[in-house]
RNA sequence: GUGAGCGUAGCCGAGAGGCCUAAGGCAUCUGGUUGUGGCCCAGAAGACCGUGGGUUCGAAUCCCACCGCUCACCCCA
């Protein structure tokens, strides 16, 4: 018999591994209450078109990382890469326009991509998704950028590299493209081959390029930003100005690019050291073609994806420490029949109250229970035996301090709910 | 999809052709006299050495294939 595995790129969060998203999980919530965003579930999977049309057929995602399967209907289904494309359909299905703009959204959930997995990369990962649709004006940005700002902040990360740029719009880009191309043209010869696809295919990402020997080509490329609209130009500077009275630090970074027809304007991203290769903890941008290319009105957008994986990946790199997992407050030990049946008793009427309680289990030895309390952390051990029973009473052993008292039964409640708030 | 490294009990890990019916540590369980934890001591349980083939008198140890894991490329969270 083949024992089985978790899927290939899926992970069991073990609970040990709990109080971190927990913690983490506390304060997305807590960010985007702050920022004045709601939360909204989307569901798992999607109509495949919704991914096609609103990721992009020629991205990679689209192209070869989709899980994508048919329902028993014969529709074509896929477990959601990315969250953006949920929410705008969402935003449009139940007709949100009416609502004051923007609207301003919050997910947290998991996405799901084929890929070959590797440090902070999985097939199946949870993301916050942040997104604000309705509105273009470059506060937006700003908000949405200044959300994930101070959630990193909160959580205590440093030398983090918050990067941006603006890839224009549908009326400057195939502007810039021509540019680009003209650029490249007598450069063929001497690029690497997947730049000479790109060339044709996806002109914005020779940008993109890693490899050694095309990075000269690259810096020495002519700028996105010296070829926007006058909209575009204006927006960007704006944006720059909000960032800059803020102080914020930032890298302008002309290499960063979404070369997709509906993502417009800003494109942002934070890299966090130590990670690994996928050092991006979060890459957003702006979308204003989004809307439109699933159906709906024209109506702009921006937001942000955070993976959490990767956060909490950053936060053991940098040694963020978070609260350890509560522990009950009493393991209850028996000795004896008679013991055992107090002390199931005892233990439902301190559930009942409200006091985190453990019962040891099986008839073992009174040493057993008591290494057994003692492995599990609790402040006492609520020790029953026949003399205890016939007394109406429970020996109290605080396990820090070693020392133990009876308590009478009808009191032990109260004597708990005592020390209850102090303890936890 | 491509490349590299790795695969011995739940975890870490020795072992490099016969001494392996596989060491050690952590964790688990039991016990250390009669009803008490953390330290210590004793003992127990736990491994078809990833799977399948091959070489050899003999393989955890050598070869091949497959599977899996990890990291990297690609790209992204």
């Known amino acids: 018999m083949v024992r089985f ?30 920022y004045g965003y709601e939360c909204i579930t989307p569901p798992l999977f999607e109509d495949t078109a ?18 994508t399967f048919l329902d028993r209907g014969g ?10 494309a949920s929410v705008v359909r969402a935003y449009i299905e139940h007709g949100m326009h009416v609502r004051p703009q923007p609207v301003k959204l919050y997910s947290i959930g998991p996405a799901f991509r084929y890929e070959r ?24 940005d700003l908000e949405v950028m200044s959300l994930a700002w101070q959630l990193y902040d909160e959580l205590g990360f440093h030398d983090l590299a918050f990067q941006i740029n603006s890839t224009g719009c549908p009326r400057c880009r195939p502007g810039y493209m021509q540019v680009l191309k003209n650029y490249y043209a007598d450069k063929l010869p001497l690029v690497c081959d997947d730049c000479r696809r790109r060339y044709e295919q996806n002109t ?47 890298t302008l970074n002309h290499r960063l690019v979404r070369g997709l027809d509906y993502y417009t304007k800003t494109v942002f991203e934070v890299w966090a050291a130590g990670i690994g290769a996928q050092s991006a903890v979060c890459g957003g941008g702006r ?16 937001g942000f994806a955070s993976g959490i994986e990767r956060i909490i990946l950053t936060m053991k790199a940098q040694g963020v420490e978070v609260p350890p997992a509560p522990k009950p407050l009493a393991l209850i030990a028996t000795l004896g029949e008679e013991a055992k049946l107090a002390g199931v008793k005892l233990l439902t009427n301190l559930r ?3 006091i985190p309680v453990v019962l040891a289990f099986g008839d073992r030895s009174l040493r057993s229970q008591m290494r057994e309390a003692g492995k599990l952390g609790v402040t006492y051990a609520l020790i029953l035996g026949a003399e205890e029973v ?6 109290v052993r605080d396990m820090t301090a070693a020392d133990q008292e009876p308590v009478a039964w009808d009191e032990i409640l109260a004597w708990l709910k005592g020390r209850l708030t102090v303890s936890v």
């Not at 073609?289 to 921006?302: I, K, N, W, Y």
């Open 75 to 84: 529709q074509s289904l896929t477990l959601r890469p990315e969250f953006t």
């Open 204 to 250: 914005l990402r020779l940008l993109d390029c890693k490899v050694e020997t095309c990075q000269t080509f690259i810096d020495n490329a002519p700028r996105f930003l010296d070829y926007l609209c006058d909209e575009c130009a204006t927006h960007f500077a704006t944006l720059r100005s909000y960032l800059d009275a803020l102080g914020r630090p930032y």
């Open 352 to 354: 009942a109250a409200g």
């Open 390 to 395: 016939k007394a109406r009473q429970v020996i």
């Open 287 to 302: 979308y204003d073609g989004l809307a439109e290319a699933l159906g709906g009105p024209p109506t702009p957008g921006v």
């Open 50 to 67: 919704i991914f096609e049309r609103g990721v992009g057929e020629g991205t990679d995602i689209v192209e070869k990382e989709m899980y």
């Open 5 to 34: 595995t978790a899927p290939r790129g899926t992970q069991d969060i073990l609970p040990e591994d709990q109080p971190y998203w927990r913690y983490v999980e506390e304060h997305l919530h807590a960010i985007a209450r702050l």
């Open 117 to 140: 997995p590797q440090a902070g990369r999985y097939r199946q990962h949870h993301q916050f998704n942040v997104e604000a649709i309705g509105e273009q004006d470059p506060a937006v």
